[in-house]
């Protein structure tokens, strides 16, 4: 476990928010974020990729969910990268899908990571359905971000 703070849920906004420190320099961590065999290494998903690059569709592999739809919805090398991710098995749509952002800061000699998903308020099932998603992927990037700082440090 990390000792960077968790992940927080904004139920104002939907959204999940998490930032950390990780005592590794910007271009290794930003490698890590968007090369595929990378991210099936530390993400608990194999991402499938013809290219990691703006506009471009994948899929990541979760053991238990299927193969979940992603599209690159940002891409600014070394500073910012965004997809979107949704249900298995359905085309991405507002209802169906988040939108992950990270954003990568240097601080001495590391780098400050922050990755927001936003996206809950729109998803379908009503309100507790949202609250379950939002508290899911707050656990979620708690593990996931632990296990990138492990990863790259």
């Known amino acids: 476990m990390s000792s960077t703070p968790p992940a927080v849920t904004d139920d104002d906004t939907w959204s999940v928010t998490r930032t950390v420190r990780i005592d590794a320099p910007r271009s290794r961590v930003w490698q890590t974020l968007v090369t595929a065999d990378l991210i099936s290494r530390w993400f608990d998903v194999t991402a499938r990729f013809e290219r990691v690059a703006l506009g471009e569709s994948g899929v990541f592999a979760a053991e238990g969910y299927g193969d979940i ?50 996206g809950f308020g ?27 700082i492990a990863f790259v440090s």
Do not use: C, K, M
């Open 69 to 118: 739809p992603v599209r690159i919805e940002e891409f600014q090398p070394e500073s910012a990268f965004g997809y979107r991710w949704g249900t298995p098995g359905e085309a991405l749509r507002d209802d169906n899908s988040t939108l992950v952002r990270f954003t990568l800061d240097d601080e001495g000699d590391g780098t400050v990571l922050s990755v927001v998903e936003t």
């Open 122 to 148: 729109l998803l379908a099932g009503g309100d507790d359905a949202r609250r379950a998603s939002l508290g899911e992927h707050r656990e979620g990037w708690d593990t996931e971000l632990d296990s990138l």
